[in-house]
């Protein structure tokens, strides 16, 4: 072989390997604007992105960039979250309104920009303004750089299946007249799969959601509960699931037949294709822990439809699907057996030791009416306002700056770092709770955490008010839950459960009614961090809290500078 064939065939084979592992930057428009959608035989006006419900489904590979250049057409305030990106050093792309950024008034823009750094499966993107995340949301598909394959068969097929809830009036009036009132909010209409409820509801039939699927074939169903205030029971009818991935996060394969998903949470399941060639349920119904709480009490389903099934004659009715079992609303033990098949597919790197042991209680309360309010104000229990905190302080946000700003900046006056590390009173959280303890008190408290700290965070479910399951997401970070359980945490006793071999790593945790879940992270992410009950009522009342994590030293251990289009407020 000549120098030159050589060097030609070097360069080639160079090129080749550029060309296989070389991230790439993704751009997307979104525009958010409002348009009529039309559900259960009524038609309301949603505020949508780029007029779809679901948003358009992004995909990209570990290692690629993003930019997402945003329009707010809508006639209130935006901001788009990416739920469970890691967000490295780009706080300013996270998205919760007056937390990491000032809101897109109507008629302004901002452009997201930040890349997938060590990611893999499935994720998704959100309005993280009031409650427009009802209808302004869409799945975000990480798959495996180039070359790189996934740690499971390769499926035939991929689809995926976002949850959502469904209002027939502006959810936005929604809120806001629970906020007049102080009251709980209506429940929702309906629930909805990939944006439509199935067809055991009125006027729905025609478009009910439909999955294709054959004899022999593997499926990869990327599941997303993006419900705003309900945890959901998740189930094929006939067919297994293999539980292969969790928020982004691959996890040791089981098999069962119903997944249970918190608002905010992902799983990722293979379903093959071994039954008679036909029509069968894929259904979505409500687990709620809270006893004597409204809910809404329906049932969502989709289709999965073989393609080689034989039509029916001409003029004769498809036949029904068959439907599977499910467990009921109230099931906790169904939740529970689910929960603690999740492992971590190998040795996990979860810290062994902590500097930081912190202890944070979660609940509900009640404001007593303040002064000056008429009781048309205070129409929560006994004349109250319903309220939500945690360690007792319930978290109210800034107006005039994000507090990522006011960090940035070192403005006075937005926020304090003074959340306690525990419970301000030690008490039996999870018994019957003396009516002195319901009302918390106001603040925009944050907690202050060194860089690379390793941070161990019991979240204690209390019963004041009504005991249930809380779905805690983490902005910024995964984590891993090391041990959950029912009653008061004991460290003592409980201690002894954790599991620091093979937790699942998450960035959502389901905190068990009357009961409580343990995390740990290594705090390598410098901003502004919120951590809050995903169901969006609560954190509407006030279930929230945010984490100052200080900049390491050089560079790649700090914040990166705000960006030049960064929204005022």
């Given at each position: 072989?000549?120098?030159?064939?050589?060097?030609?065939?070097?360069?080639?084979?160079?090129?080749?390997?550029?060309?296989?592992?070389?991230?790439?930057?993704?751009?997307?428009?979104?525009?958010?604007?409002?348009?009529?959608?039309?559900?259960?035989?009524?038609?309301?006006?949603?505020?949508?992105?780029?007029?779809?419900?679901?948003?358009?489904?992004?995909?990209?590979?570990?290692?690629?960039?993003?930019?997402?250049?945003?329009?707010?057409?809508?006639?209130?305030?935006?901001?788009?979250?990416?739920?469970?990106?890691?967000?490295?050093?780009?706080?300013?792309?996270?998205?919760?309104?007056?937390?990491?950024?000032?809101?897109?008034?109507?008629?302004?823009?901002?452009?997201?920009?930040?890349?997938?750094?060590?990611?893999?499966?499935?994720?998704?993107?959100?309005?993280?303004?009031?409650?427009?995340?009802?209808?302004?949301?869409?799945?975000?598909?990480?798959?495996?750089?180039?070359?790189?394959?996934?740690?499971?068969?390769?499926?035939?097929?991929?689809?995926?299946?976002?949850?959502?809830?469904?209002?027939?009036?502006?959810?936005?009036?929604?809120?806001?007249?629970?906020?007049?009132?102080?009251?709980?909010?209506?429940?929702?209409?309906?629930?909805?799969?990939?944006?439509?409820?199935?067809?055991?509801?009125?006027?729905?039939?025609?478009?009910?959601?439909?999955?294709?699927?054959?004899?022999?074939?593997?499926?990869?169903?990327?599941?997303?509960?993006?419900?705003?205030?309900?945890?959901?029971?998740?189930?094929?009818?006939?067919h297994m699931f293999t539980v292969v991935g969790a928020d982004a996060s691959y996890l040791?394969?089981?098999?069962?037949?119903?997944?249970?998903?918190?608002?905010?949470?992902?799983?990722?399941?293979?379903?093959?294709?071994?039954?008679?060639?036909?029509?069968?349920?894929?259904?979505?119904?409500?687990?709620?822990?809270?006893?004597?709480?409204?809910?809404?009490?329906?049932?969502?389903?989709?289709?999965?439809?073989?393609?080689?099934?034989?039509?029916?004659?001409?003029?004769?009715?498809?036949?029904?699907?068959?439907?599977?079992?499910?467990?009921?609303?109230?099931?906790?033990?169904?939740?529970?057996?689910?929960?603690?098949?999740?492992?971590?597919?190998?040795q996990a790197p979860v810290p062994a030791y902590v500097d930081e042991d912190l202890h944070?209680?979660?609940?509900?309360?009640?404001?007593?009416?303040?002064?000056?309010?008429?009781?048309?104000?205070?129409?929560?229990?006994?004349?109250?306002?319903?309220?939500?905190?945690?360690?007792?302080?319930?978290?109210?946000?800034?107006?005039?700056?994000?507090?990522?700003?006011?960090?940035?900046?070192?403005?006075?006056?937005?926020?304090?770092?003074?959340?306690?590390?525990?419970?301000?009173?030690?008490?039996?959280?999870?018994?019957?709770?003396?009516?002195?303890?319901?009302?918390?008190?106001?603040?925009?408290?944050?907690?202050?955490?060194?860089?690379?700290?390793?941070?161990?965070?019991?979240?204690?479910?209390?019963?004041?008010?009504?005991?249930?399951?809380?779905?805690?997401?983490?902005?910024?970070?995964?984590?891993?839950?090391?041990?959950?359980?029912?009653?008061?945490?004991?460290?003592?006793?409980?201690?002894?459960?954790?599991?620091?071999?093979?937790?699942?790593?998450?960035?959502?945790?389901?905190?068990?009614?009357?009961?409580?879940?343990?995390?740990?992270?290594?705090?390598?992410?410098?901003?502004?961090?919120?951590?809050?009950?995903?169901?969006?009522?609560?954190?509407?009342?006030?279930?929230?809290?945010?984490?100052?994590?200080?900049?390491?030293?050089?560079?790649?251990?700090?914040?990166?500078?705000?960006?030049?289009?960064?929204?005022?407020?």
């Open positions: 072989m000549s120098s030159y064939s050589l060097v030609a065939l070097v360069l080639l084979f160079s090129s080749a390997l550029l060309c296989f592992a070389t991230p790439k930057t993704h751009y997307h428009d979104f525009v958010v604007q409002e348009r009529p959608v039309k559900r259960l035989c009524n038609t309301v006006n949603a505020i949508t992105v780029n007029g779809q419900l679901p948003g358009p489904t992004l995909i990209v590979r570990e290692g690629d960039g993003l930019v997402v250049h945003v329009v707010n057409r809508a006639k209130y305030n935006v901001t788009i979250h990416w739920h469970g990106v890691r967000q490295m050093r780009t706080g300013w792309a996270d998205g919760p309104e007056f937390v990491t950024q000032c809101p897109i008034r109507p008629g302004e823009s901002y452009t997201y920009r930040f890349t997938i750094q060590g990611q893999e499966g499935t994720l998704w993107w959100h309005a993280h303004s009031s409650w427009l995340r009802a209808t302004v949301y869409g799945a975000l598909i990480i798959r495996p750089r180039k070359g790189t394959p996934f740690p499971f068969p390769r499926p035939n097929r991929e689809t995926p299946i976002i949850l959502g809830e469904w209002w027939n009036r502006d959810p936005i009036q929604v809120v806001r007249q629970a906020t007049r009132t102080g009251a709980a909010p209506n429940v929702s209409d309906a629930y909805t799969i990939n944006g439509q409820p199935g067809d055991l509801y009125k006027c729905s039939s025609q478009d009910t959601t439909i999955v294709p699927m054959d004899v022999g074939e593997t499926h990869l169903l990327r599941v997303i509960n993006a419900a705003l205030n309900q945890e959901l029971f998740f189930s094929v009818a006939h040791k394969p089981f098999r069962t037949n119903v997944i249970m998903l918190g608002p905010g949470q992902t799983t990722d399941v293979i379903i093959s294709g071994n039954q008679a060639p036909g029509r069968y349920y894929i259904v979505a119904k409500p687990y709620q822990s809270a006893q004597n709480a409204a809910f809404d009490n329906t049932t969502a389903t989709a289709i999965l439809s073989y393609t080689s099934a034989p039509c029916p004659s001409k003029g004769a009715p498809l036949p029904t699907p068959a439907f599977p079992p499910m467990p009921a609303f109230n099931d906790t033990n169904a939740v529970t057996s689910f929960t603690s098949k999740l492992r971590y597919p190998r944070f209680t979660v609940g509900l309360g009640l404001f007593n009416c303040p002064r000056g309010f008429s009781k048309s104000q205070c129409q929560g229990p006994n004349g109250t306002r319903f309220a939500a905190s945690m360690n007792n302080v319930s978290f109210v946000l800034p107006s005039n700056w994000s507090l990522l700003q006011a960090h940035k900046y070192g403005i006075p006056g937005v926020f304090t770092t003074d959340f306690p590390a525990g419970p301000p009173l030690k008490f039996d959280y999870t018994g019957n709770v003396s009516r002195s303890l319901w009302q918390p008190t106001s603040g925009t408290r944050l907690y202050r955490l060194k860089y690379a700290s390793r941070v161990q965070i019991v979240i204690q479910g209390t019963s004041i008010v009504t005991g249930e399951n809380h779905p805690m997401h983490l902005h910024g970070y995964d984590f891993f839950i090391v041990a959950e359980g029912f009653g008061n945490f004991n460290p003592k006793r409980d201690t002894k459960k954790f599991n620091l071999v093979d937790p699942p790593m998450r960035n959502t945790v389901p905190i068990p009614v009357n009961g409580w879940a343990v995390i740990r992270f290594v705090a390598d992410n410098p901003g502004v961090w919120l951590m809050h009950c995903h169901l969006d009522v609560h954190i509407t009342w006030g279930l929230a809290m945010a984490f100052l994590v200080e900049d390491g030293v050089g560079e790649y251990e700090t914040l990166q500078a705000p960006p030049e289009d960064l929204p005022i407020c």
